[in-house]
């Protein structure tokens, strides 16, 4: 017996009804996405802070330079 003759023989009562979806549940997706967001955001944020003392402090170390002691601090 193949999958598609298993399916016709099947009563009707005993296949189960599509629900949809509760509300609640779209509103932890929702609320969900937007705690990913903000951990991203803060990430993004938190790297664009350190790019241009990380920045200057590579650029006199490749350069041969003795970096500044304020660069030695970050």
Same mark, same amino acid.
Do not use: K, N, V
């Given at each position: 017996?193949?999958?598609p003759?298993? !399916?016709e023989q099947a009563p009707a009562q005993t296949r189960r009804p599509r629900t949809a979806l509760a509300p609640a549940s779209? %509103?932890?997706f929702v %609320?969900?996405?937007g705690v990913v967001s903000m951990f991203s955001?803060?990430?993004h944020e938190?790297? !664009?802070g350190l790019e241009s003392g990380l920045l200057d402090l590579l650029d006199h170390l490749v350069a041969? !330079?003795?970096p500044s002691r304020a660069l030695l601090l970050l």
């Open positions: 017996m193949t999958l003759e298993c !399916r779209a %509103l932890c %609320l969900l996405i955001d803060m990430t938190g790297a !664009r041969g !330079r003795q």
